[in-house]
Nanobody, 122 residues
């Protein structure tokens, strides 16, 4: 049993920054990596970034340079630093427990957090 809790979302002006947290609890030894996803109204859910316990990362190409994923294994927490936010970044952001295999990120269908709302105003 793994529980994921996202936090750090809110309302910010365009150009501002937010730092999201994904805290894992329960059977954390079974977690090999965490991915951040987002879904905006009228759009499909997309992978933002993922990171393994060892530090391997994967980013959406369009977000490289603005978003940074990091982890604190001792605290079972993964962070998503979001800079230079744009209105199109407005979405519900979820984290998911999964794993990298041969350089490819695979999410788990069973381990999702409830999400945190990010709203960026013009």
């Amino acid at each position: 049993q793994v529980q994921l809790v996202e936090s750090g979302g809110g309302l910010v002006q365009a150009g501002g920054s937010l730092r999201l947290s994904c805290a894992a609890s329960g059977t954390t030894f079974a977690i090999n990596g965490i991915g951040w996803y987002r879904q905006a109204p009228g759009k499909q859910r997309e992978l933002v970034a993922a990171i393994s316990r060892a530090g391997t990362t994967n980013y959406a190409d369009s977000l490289k340079g603005r978003f940074t994923i990091s982890r604190d294994n001792a605290e079972n927490t993964v962070y998503l630093q979001m800079n230079s936010l744009k209105p199109e970044d407005t979405a519900v952001y979820h984290c998911n427990a999964g794993a990298f295999f041969s350089g490819t990120w695979y999410p788990s269908p069973n381990y999702w957090g409830q999400g945190t709302q990010v709203t960026v105003s013009s």
